[in-house]
């Protein structure tokens, strides 16, 4: 029990791992804050599936310490987005816009959803409710008899 | 309803054509966000006193290769002799990116120089600015200095014949 326990504080110890370093901090705890928000939704193109927050590459370190480079210089959030949209395009982004270039992005699972659900609505509306004869009379009279008997008993 | 039994054969259609498009595109190969635009300003010191460096007015009056490469980048060796027979038809620009001085002049010490202007760009901030994200990548630039092309990684026989050569003679015209 003792090691399961510190088997599972170890995996959650290694949880907030990320390749910033202590010497690209800032010392002004809002904008690094800042920082951090916007390392994590810009892509490292190098290891294309990584945030720049989370890339060792020696490009994601650049991106960060540009990033920061004009945080300190003032830039708002979306001006440094533009900044590197400008350069990499919107793949840089991993949080992308909607444009018509990425409506597929956007509302393609919605759209894959609802065909599922309308194949799904059109197969049970089609099946017919039952493949068994509906009782008549003769039936009917023959389940009375049979409970009848079995009440007896 | 009989139609409906060609549903099947319609899905796999579909999905048969994103993989055919999806599987062939290479995700590593991102086509430049300056596609068409003027090339960023820059200036570039130059890495030889004998050879001069390359700035943003150097791209303009006739069609450019500008290449990104690196002494310590194994592909731009492998890229190097293909260069060296491109110098003959344009000039090629060379775009040296976080090197060594020492490294960078060695490099083309031991393999020939195709470059008619070399600059250095030590820190790499001046090849963000290009959207570089890694080396070699070569860039076809026209005599009004716009980015026409971006080739990520190293050049082949293959993607000069069938791209880089004919880009050139359009522009050429």
New interface residues.
């Given amino acids: 029990m003792k090691r399961l326990l510190l088997a599972l504080l170890l995996a959650l110890a290694a949880l907030p791992a990320s390749a910033i370093r202590p010497d690209e901090i800032l010392s002004d705890p809002a904008l690094e804050t800042r920082a951090r928000h916007l390392g994590k939704e810009l892509r490292c193109l190098v290891c294309q599936n990584q945030s720049i927050d989370d890339s060792e590459a020696d490009l994601a370190r650049d991106l960060r310490k540009i990033v920061r480079e004009r945080l300190v210089a003032g830039d708002s959030d979306p001006e440094i987005r533009r900044f590197l949209v400008a350069r990499y395009g919107d793949f840089v982004r991993l949080d992308p816009p909607l444009r018509l270039a990425t409506a597929v992005l956007w509302f393609g699972p919605a759209v894959m959803l609802a065909l599922g659900l309308l194949g799904i609505v059109l197969f049970l509306r089609r099946r017919p409710a039952s493949d068994v004869p509906a009782l008549d009379e003769a039936d009917r009279a023959r389940i009375e008899r049979v409970l009848a008997e079995d009440d007896k008993r | ?1 009989r139609w409906l039994y060609l549903a099947p054969v319609a899905i796999f259609a579909v999905v048969a054509g994103y993989f055919a498009v999806g599987l062939t595109r290479d ?2 190969t ?5 596609l068409n635009k003027p090339a960023p300003e820059f200036a570039l010191p130059p890495l030889n006193p004998d050879k001069p460096g390359l700035a943003t007015a150097d791209l303009k009056g006739a069609p450019v290769l500008v290449n990104v490469w690196a002494s310590w980048c194994v592909p731009c060796r492998a890229e190097h002799p293909i260069l060296i027979r491109l110098a003959r038809e344009v000039p090629v620009l060379g775009f040296n990116y ?1 090197d060594k001085t020492e490294d960078a002049r060695r490099f083309l010490a031991e393999l020939g120089d195709p470059y008619a202007k070399i600059g250095t760009d030590p ?3 001046a090849a ?4 570089v ?2 080396v070699p990548e070569t860039f076809v630039v026209d005599a009004e200095g716009r980015i026409r092309h971006r080739h990520v990684g190293p050049l082949t026989d293959r993607v000069v014949a069938e791209t880089i050569r004919p880009l050139l003679k359009s522009l050429a015209r």
Avoid: E, N
């Fill in positions: 309803m995700p590593g991102l086509p430049s966000a300056l976080k820190t790499g901030r963000i600015d290009w959207g994200y890694g």
